[in-house]
């Protein structure tokens, strides 16, 4: 059995990607002592390891830099994965993260023991004590899959394993999915495969990357409200690409914004020079034919399934899942009001760069956990008293998130008061220490 290293004056930073690498900038600002562990072979997250080569931002440069770090003068507006992957690296050893970071460190299970304290164990055996664990380990990893019915003779992959055009290359690929990945792969099937088909059980919205050569991230404003920001991009896309019914596309069931934004030029491009067959839903797979739900069929060589992930916290026990659909059930996007000392960074999706957004929240979320030691009880419950309730969806508007951090900043000091009135009327609090599996399963 592994030793138990005692660091527990130190907070834990899961995952040095660009949530991870923004949280240790801030911490270490700040003065809090942690640790950081990645389980792959460099910074930078799925920017290193999980893309395809050939991908680039959807948002802009402008919205997806970290305010404290811009990115390079000589980036274009829409930079590759490599230049992304690079960018989070330099930021690493600009701002001297990399000695606190250790890689190729996996973690197998997390659970709450006596004294507050959060035992860590790793897939090398050994076990660390912590104040407190920050959970920065992604969204873009856990795959789902479609459910298909029947026989199919080709090969099927998700999107997380699509690496480079070669795998498309004089294929007929069929992509699932109406998202960025899906229409990115769509589009790239088109130019090198000898067949490209998307099938969208509903259709999407397809907004244009830039509107008269401003990347359309850039033209919101922190004034603006929902609704005008919907208009505004309404517009563009009637002025952009016309009708859907242009494109033969059926019409969005949903109003922009409500899902996740599809930011793509090439998909309407392809459809217009045929290139990208439209296809729905798919009924069943019948060997090296697939079937839709409008009764046509279409020869296929490869599926490619991009059809999302799951947001996945699998070395959590049974008592602390708190994933609902696409949401953490947590207070101000990473608070428990049961237990203290974990938190869940990342889970969310926020239109537009997450480097601005954590570039305003990173030295918030600092305050908050110096704010945590001065009391007994969690966090969350404090925000839980104030009348913040559960989030219902993971989808996020920018401006509403700064304007709400600045408020959160102006407002800092009644946080602090209220939470230590909360603290008084709560009285002394323990998080409740949970078993590990080998002590569960000696028990059953």
């Known amino acids: 059995m592994g030793k138990t290293v005692d660091t527990r004056h130190k907070q834990l930073i899961l995952g040095a990607g660009f949530v991870g690498l923004g949280v240790a900038q801030s911490l270490k600002a700040a003065g809090i002592a942690y640790d950081q562990v990645d389980a792959s072979d ?51 050893d600009h701002f001297d993260l990399r000695d606190s970071i250790q890689l190729r460190c996996r973690v197998s299970a997390i659970r709450p023991v006596e004294n507050n304290l959060w035992e860590v164990r790793f897939e ?128 969005p069931r949903h109003r922009i914004f409500e899902k996740h934004p599809t930011l793509n030029n090439e998909v309407p491009y392809y459809i217009q020079h045929g290139r990208i067959d439209y296809r729905p839903e798919i009924e069943r797979l019948e060997g090296d034919r697939v079937r839709f739900v409008d ?11 991009a059809t999302g992930y799951h947001v996945a916290y699998p070395f959590l026990p049974p008592a602390l899942q708190r994933v609902k659909g696409a949401t953490v059930q947590c207070y101000a996007g990473a608070f428990l009001a049961d237990y203290k000392g974990l938190y869940f960074m990342g889970w969310g999706q926020a239109r537009g760069g997450v480097g601005s957004l954590m570039a305003a929240y990173g030295p918030i979320f600092a305050q908050l956990l110096q704010l945590q030691d001065q ?39 009644f946080l602090a008061w209220k939470a230590r009135q909360s603290d008084r009327q709560h009285g002394p609090f323990e998080n409740q220490p949970l078993p590990s599996e080998a002590e569960v399963e000696l028990s059953a």
């Open 42 to 92: 460099d910074v930078g997250g799925n920017w290193h390891h999980g893309v395809y080569t050939t991908a680039h931002i959807i948002s802009s440069k402008r919205v997806t830099e970290f305010t404290q770090w811009p990115m390079p003068a000589d980036y274009p507006p829409f930079p590759s994965a490599q230049q992304m992957e690079r960018y989070l690296q330099q930021f690493a």
């Open 124 to 251: 090398q055996g050994n076990r660390r004590l912590y104040k407190g664990v920050i959970l920065c380990n992604g969204h873009h990893w856990c795959r789902r899959y479609p459910e298909l019915v029947g026989e199919f003779g080709g090969e099927i992959l998700h999107s997380k394993d699509y690496h480079h055009p070669d795998q498309l290359r004089g294929r007929r690929v069929l992509v699932i999915g109406g998202g960025n990945s899906a229409c990115d792969i769509a589009a790239e099937a088109a130019r090198v495969g000898a067949k490209s088909s998307l099938s969208l059980r509903e259709s999407v919205w397809f907004i244009p990357k830039s509107f008269a050569g401003v990347p359309v991230a850039n033209l919101a404003r922190p004034w603006m409200p929902q609704w005008l920001q919907r208009l505004m991009v309404y517009g563009i896309i009637r002025l952009t690409f016309g009708t859907h019914a242009s494109y033969g596309l059926p019409k």
């Open 295 to 305: 009764g046509s069929t279409a020869a296929i060589d490869l599926i490619v399934c």
């Open 375 to 413: 009391i007994q009880i969690p966090l969350g419950l404090v925000f839980k008293d104030l009348g913040l309730s559960l989030p219902k969806t993971h989808l996020a508007d920018p401006q509403v998130v700064f304007r709400q951090l600045r408020l959160l900043l102006w407002a800092f000091p």
